[in-house]
């Protein structure tokens, strides 16, 4: 179960209750995501999201716009960039 580039994923319950991630990419043993509508970046190990998705704590909820995930994708890499 790998996330999808560019879609959303509605978390439901827990910490990050009310967020929706946005898939950016790989990296190593994590997925990254952004979250919205903080814009803070997120970092998911591998099993922890596959065990979101099969108990239905995260959702899929689809590809967002074109041209907003790529305002995203660049909010995403000015955070990263910044935290340093």
Known sequence: MQ?????????????????IFIYIKEENEDFEFISIPKNINRI??????ILGLQHKIIEDIGPIDT?????????????KFNAK
């Open 3 to 19: 996330p999808i580039r560019a879609h959303g994923y509605a978390v439901g319950t827990g910490v990050y209750v009310g967020e």
């Open 44 to 49: 998911v190990p591998k099993e922890k999201f």
């Open 67 to 79: 041209e907003v995930f790529n305002l995203l994708d660049k909010q995403f890499e000015f955070n």
